[in-house]
Nanobody
Framework: QLQAFGGGLVQPGGSLRLSCAAS????????IGWFRQAPGKEREGVSC??????????YYREAVKGRFTISRDNTKNMVYLQMNSLKPEDTAVYYC??????????????????WGQGTLVTVSS
């Protein structure tokens, strides 16, 4: 299980960096997905970085392209989601999770897990 942290309250146009940490296993063996769930909405994929063996390719939901950046720091066993130019519609609980079945990055939350507690991002003035 991964732990996401770094959320908070930010004004529209602001930035946050979310972090995803693991203990007991190496993240670079897995694709790591960032998902979010807004109140009353389904969970949706936001970004994904493939495993090191798949060259750590990055993928972004259309709504966040050009604003969000996913990255790895293998020395710290961490994955990050840098979020810039935040909008109110980015408000959600954000989760990170590993690729369960080693199929690489998909937008299907059922391909990822287990899910941790998530971190709340609120974009509001």
């Amino acid at each position: 299980q991964l732990q996401a942290f770094g959320g908070g309250l930010v004004q529209p146009g602001g930035s946050l960096r979310l972090s995803c940490a693991a203990s007991g296993f190496k993240l670079d063996y897995y694709a790591i997905g960032w998902f979010r769930q807004a109140p009353g909405k389904e969970r949706e994929g936001v970004s994904c970085i493939s495993s090191m063996s798949r060259d750590s390719k990055t993928y972004y939901r259309e709504a966040v392209k050009g604003r969000f950046t996913i990255s790895r720091d293998n020395t710290k066993n961490m994955v990050y989601l840098q979020m810039n130019s935040l909008k109110p519609e980015d408000t959600a609980v954000y989760y990170c999770a590993t690729d369960r079945y080693n199929v690489g990055c998909t937008w299907d939350g059922d391909d990822f897990g287990p899910w941790g507690q998530g971190t709340l991002v609120t974009v509001s003035s």
